[in-house]
C-alpha cells in the first residue's frame, strides 16, 4: 500500500529535472582555441563558459588586465582583440580563435613604456593603479578612434574632422571607472600624448 506521505511528482517535473541535468552537461564541455596573446600564440583547452579576462589571468597569468566588475560596466579589464578595445571580461576565450590579442603587458613595460603609460606617469595619473590598465589601453584606443573619425556622442558634425575637445575624450572614456577620481590627470595624460603626436 502507498504511504500516505508518498510524493509523486507530475510527469513535466521529472522531465525539466532530466533537461537541466542534460544542460549542465553541455555547458561543461571544453574547447581548444588558439589565438596570439602580444605576438605569442596560444593554445588552451578551456571550459566553454572562460571569459577573455579569466583565461589571461588565470591561464597566462597576465594579471596586468584587471577584473573590477566582471560585468563590462567598470573599463577595468580593458584589451585590445585585432586592434579595437574591448572588455574582456564580457566575451569568451573561445570567441577568439585565431585572433590577435593585446594586453596592457603587450603595450609597454618597465624598461620600454608606451608613450601613453609615460604619460599616467608624468601627470600622476593614477592612485591606488587598479583601473590604470584598462585607462591606458582606452585612452590609447580613444586617440586612434578620433584619429580615425569615428564619431562619438557628443559629435557635434559628422562630416567635419573631429576635433579633440576634452568633451570627446571624457565621453570616449566615460566607460573606464576610477573609485580613485583620477579623471582630471587622466584626462591631461590623454591630452599630452595628442599633442605630442598633432
Ligand atoms: S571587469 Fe570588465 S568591465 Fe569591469
Ligand atoms: S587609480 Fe584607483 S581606481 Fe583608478
Known sequence: ???PNHFEP???AVRSVDLGAEARSANSEHSTVTFV???????LELDNRTTLLDTLREHLALTGSKKGCDHGQCGACTVFV??????ACLTLAVMHEGDEITTIEGVGHEAHL?????????QDAFQCGY???????SAKAVLEEIRAGLPSHVTQDLDAPIE???AEIRERMSGNICRCGAYANILK????????HS
Not at 114 to 122: I, K, L, R, T
Open 10 to 12: 507530475p510527469r513535466d
Open 164 to 166: 579633440l575637445t576634452d
Open 131 to 137: 583601473c590604470t590598465p584598462g585607462q591606458i589601453c
Open 114 to 122: 608606451d608613450p601613453m603609460q609615460a604619460a599616467f606617469v608624468e
Open 1 to 3: 500500500m502507498t504511504p
Open 82 to 87: 585585432n586592434g579595437t578595445r574591448i572588455n
Open 189 to 196: 595624460a590623454i591630452n599630452q600624448v595628442a599633442e605630442a
Open 37 to 43: 596573446v602580444n605576438g605569442q600564440q596560444h593554445q
